[in-house]
């Protein structure tokens, strides 16, 4: 059934898109008629899927690909595609006999249909999205994507012919996937068949209703439509303006849409009779806009100006709708040539996309990442002597490999098996230790390429290895793998630090004769969720083990000391700095310690806590001790400040020479390495920061390392933490 009115023989875009797409296959003597004689022995007597035979839809192929003007080196490609199966060495067979171009093209497109094949599971929307992303992964060049639209529209072909259900699959993924593509390629011969066909299995009834409009006076309308084309391009050339009038084409799935988008009815949908007018420049669309006006009635709330308001797209275009003398309605687009090429290529067609950076082609930039490869894609095949130099890849960021159970997996470029195992699942990532690559064991490190089929062999237990995070030996390429990896480790860490604090809590409870005292009550008292929780910042020497002694066996001082402390608190007598460089508000001389356990300098903000017997201990606010202790016992917190050690009465630290200085502590992580304390030593050196005290332990690699230094000023502290963390190895450099 013809539903194509109006439309040129062959579209003016496509030439450009098929010669684009076969540059890279060489020119051979008789090519067409080798290849089908080195293919016919092996598949003339071989089914598809489809049931269809194999040599019959090989030809079919070819056919298809003569007609959108491939050359015969192109349609003896289609030939070698379906012999390339039955070889045993494929690669080597054809590219003995025709080339390793053709061998490359013949490989990989049977690459793409074995994992397009397995994409078959899961949703109808992810099964789309599958073969989609696999398409473009898979296109090396526009070789495979032609012969894949070929192949698709054939199929269709072929089941029409038969008369034959089209599997709902293969009917929503040519309207979902292959018409779209074969759109955004201007390819607009394919992509009308593939939606008509596809359209008719999956909604036959509107199909069927729309095909019997269209077809009624068929014959006088297209006589009609011939005759008012010629009528108008005549009478605007009388206007002196130089203009084509050429038909619109149209096809029942587009019809369909825009009786669903608009909710018309048949009769209403205008452009079933319509016209384009190419002019040369945008004056000239409104002058050619004024005599059509002028010549026919125009239709009320029918008129669309694109070009001083485009589309979002960038699209542009004059569109109107009109009635001629018997009232008939005709839709009329007028636009420039270059107006023509945007809407018949898409925002690419002007996308000079190396100029144009984020903001692409009138300030209209690509919705995602695959509408930016399409955009790019696009723009090469406007341009063919770009493809030519090419030379790459356009969608080298990503690959499609199987599982042993056919299952697509998606990875970044030059993933590799430890990738895949970890993009499987993360215990398998972590237990990997080999892997078999389309049944041969290959390294770990060896890159993977689309279309493989990767089995891991794992270990039953265990964890992966530092040096898969060493980037020279290129076990790694995904940043989610790396990240997996780095977390083992990190809770690897974890665990030893917990053991740590354990270790340490039970030798406190012996020693206090406490050792039916259970962990978890313990933790919750101390204000902790659980007992893991306390063990961690224990065994980071972050909580001091006084604590828990103060828990256990809570010395009760003399009433007097406590009740003399804590009424002088609420005195409000002045207040003096006292040795320590604190000054404790509303007491004038009174004993003060800082705190071990948080190590406060100034200009930390600070809390006071009476102690029973020994004072005020001088805690940060953010110490989580002294939160806890606060919580228990908030009568017992007073407020204090950083003063001079001298006692001037200025309320501010002394500085110089005679300031004092306070201990504070720096954790750092990092991988352990010959002259690494050396190394961060020497910062501190540098910033004149007097080390006191060391503490390192390495662990499986990782070196954790807890540095003493002596401040006046801790806001000075944040300057050397970040010159430490550019130290090499270091992963994190912290005040505790």
């Not at 056919?63 to 595609?81: C, D, F, P, T």
């Amino acid at each position: 059934m013809k539903t194509h009115e109006d439309g040129p023989a062959q579209d003016p875009t496509l030439a450009g898109v098929v010669a684009a797409a076969e540059q890279s296959l060489p020119q051979q003597a008789d090519a067409l008629s080798r290849a089908r004689a080195f293919a016919e022995p092996l598949i003339a007597h071989e089914t598809l899927d489809t049931g269809e035979n194999m040599l019959a839809h090989a030809d079919a192929v070819a056919a298809i690909l003569a007609r959108m003007g491939g050359s015969e080196a192109m349609q003896a490609a289609s030939y070698l595609v379906y012999a390339c199966p039955m070889l045993a060495r494929p690669q080597e067979a054809i590219a003995r006999g025709f080339g390793e171009s053709y061998a490359d093209l013949a490989v990989q497109t049977n690459q793409l249909v074995a994992v397009q094949r397995q994409a078959a599971s899961g949703s109808a929307a992810d099964q789309a999205e599958n073969v989609r992303k696999m398409l473009l992964a898979f296109s090396r060049d526009l070789r495979v994507v032609m012969l894949r639209l070929a192949s698709r529209l054939q199929t269709l072909r072929w089941f029409a012919a038969q008369k034959r259900q089209v599997p709902e699959q293969v009917a929503r993924e040519s309207l979902e996937v292959f018409a779209p593509l074969a759109n955004r390629l201007g390819i607009w011969q394919v992509k009308w068949e593939l939606e008509d066909l596809a359209f008719r299995v999956l909604e036959p009834d509107t199909y069927k209703q729309v095909a019997r409009l269209l077809d009624e006076k068929r014959v006088e309308r297209e006589t009609y439509m011939a005759q008012l084309r010629g009528e108008v391009e005549a009478e605007l050339r009388t206007q002196g303006l130089q203009v084509q009038v050429a038909g619109r084409p149209k096809h029942i799935y587009s019809i369909v849409k825009k009786m669903r988008g608009k909710s018309l009815d048949f009769d209403r949908v205008f452009d079933v009779r319509a016209l384009r007018v190419i002019v040369r420049e945008p004056r000239e669309c409104y002058a050619a806009l004024a005599w059509v006006h002028q010549r026919f009635e125009p239709v009320e709330g029918e008129f669309d100006d694109y070009i001083a308001r485009p589309k979002p797209n960038g699209y542009q275009s004059l569109h109107t709708v009109v009635r001629d003398e018997a009232g008939r309605p005709i839709e009329i687009q007028i636009r420039t040539q270059a107006m023509h090429e945007h809407a018949e290529h898409g925002v690419a067609a002007h996308w000079a996309y190396k100029e144009a950076g984020t903001k692409g082609y009138a300030g209209v930039a690509a919705s995602s990442a695959y509408d930016a490869k399409i955009a790019v894609l696009r723009q090469l095949l406007a341009w063919e002597r770009d493809i030519a130099g090419a030379g790459t890849s356009l969608f080298a960021d990503r690959i499609y490999v199987l599982t042993p159970q056919a299952t697509v997996v998606e990875l970044t470029q030059g993933s590799t098996a430890v990738d895949f195992a970890y993009s499987v699942h993360t215990n398998l990532g972590h237990r990997c230790r080999g892997a078999r690559v389309d049944g041969a064991l290959v390294t770990l490190s060896t890159p993977l390429k689309n279309g493989q089929t990767v089995e891991v062999v794992a270990a039953k237990e265990g964890g992966p290895s530092r040096d898969w995070l060493n980037p020279e030996l290129g076990f790694l390429a995904s940043p989610r793998a790396k990240s997996k990896v780095r977390a083992w480790f990190n809770e690897q860490a974890r665990h030893e630090t917990v053991a740590r604090g354990r270790e340490a809590v039970e030798k406190l409870l012996q020693r206090e004769g406490r050792t039916a005292f259970k962990l978890e009550d313990l933790a919750v008292q101390l204000g902790f969720k659980s007992a893991d929780d306390l063990f961690g910042v224990v065994g980071k020497d972050e909580f001091s083990l006084r604590t828990i002694e103060a828990l256990l066996r809570p010395a009760e001082a003399p009433p007097d000391v406590d009740e003399v402390l804590l009424k002088k608190s609420r005195a409000a007598l002045p207040g003096a700095a006292t040795k320590d460089g604190v000054l404790v508000v509303g007491i004038d001389s009174l004993m003060t310690q800082l705190a071990r356990c948080c190590k406060p300098a100034p200009p930390d903000a600070i809390g006071g806590f009476v102690t029973r017997g020994k004072g005020v201990s001088i805690h940060r606010e953010d110490c989580s001790n002294f939160r806890q202790m606060a919580a228990r016992q908030g009568e017992r917190v007073i407020e204090v400040e950083w003063g001079r050690a001298s006692g001037d009465g200025s309320g501010r630290a002394s500085s110089g020479a005679d300031a004092p200085v306070y201990p504070v502590d720096v954790s750092v992580e990092a991988a352990d390495r010959q002259g690494l304390l050396r190394d961060i030593s020497d910062v501190f050196a540098k910033e004149k920061m007097n080390v006191v005290g060391v503490q390192t332990q390495s662990v499986k690699g990782t070196a954790f390392m807890t540095f003493t230094i002596e401040i006046a000023d801790a806001s000075r502290l944040g300057k050397v933490l970040s010159l430490v963390r550019e130290v090499t190895g270091v992963r994190s450099a912290r005040r505790r």
